[in-house]
Structures are given as structure tokens and as C-alpha cells.
């Protein structure tokens, strides 16, 4: 969590390499067979969390976005007519439909 807070503030390597390894740590001096999974995972994703931390951009609208879709799509699947899934699909992630926006 130490290093996941230094996302925006412009830190340092020096910084971000002590808190890794503070982590890396951590998770070898445990028997948990969850953290020494989680700091494999952690290794795989390593060049893009780093740049998450260093620039502070995510592509977690996307990433939302594309899970609603995937929702209504199953939620729609068997709809003998594609263009009915469709625009419940195009409905479900639009923003007056999610509440964003005051239809007013």
C-alpha cells in the first residue's frame, strides 16, 4: 500500500525501488503461499504499474466500460435480433443511463 501511494506524487526511482523491495521482502519472509502468488504478479506487471506510479494515467474507464458490455452482452445472449443486444449494450454504457449526467 506504501508504494501504491506514491501514485501521483511524482516519485522518485530511488523511492519507488525501496518500496518495492520493502515488498518483495515482505512477501519472502511469510510461509503464505497468497503473497509469494502476489509478488510473482507483481513482478509480470511490474513495467505497467511502474508507469502508473511514475505518470499517474490508468486505463480504468476503458477497462469498466468494457466489463459492462461484456455483462450485457451475456445478460442479452439468446436475443434473436443483434440489433437489440446492441443497443442494450450502447445503453448500458452511456453516462445518462449510468446516472452521470442530470437528464434535467
Known amino acids: 500500500l506504501d508504494l501504491l501511494a506514491t501514485a501521483r506524487t511524482q516519485p522518485d526511482r530511488e523511492q519507488i525501488h525501496r518500496l518495492l523491495h520493502r515488498f518483495y521482502a515482505r512477501c519472502a519472509a511469510t510461509d503464505l503461499p497468497e503473497l509469494h502468488r502476489l509478488a510473482t504478479?507483481?513482478?509480470?506487471?511490474?513495467p505497467q504499474i511502474q508507469a502508473f506510479l511514475t505518470t499517474g494515467i490508468t486505463n480504468a474507464g476503458s477497462e469498466g466500460t468494457n466489463r459492462v458490455i461484456k455483462t450485457v452482452a451475456r445478460d442479452a445472449y439468446g436475443f434473436r435480433?443483434?440489433?437489440n443486444q446492441r443497443l442494450r449494450t450502447r445503453t448500458a454504457t452511456t453516462?445518462?443511463?449510468r446516472g452521470q449526467l442530470n437528464p434535467a
Not at 504478479?41 to 511490474?46: G, Y
Open 95 to 97: 453516462r445518462r443511463h
Open 81 to 83: 435480433n443483434p440489433e
Open 41 to 46: 504478479t507483481i513482478e509480470t506487471w511490474w
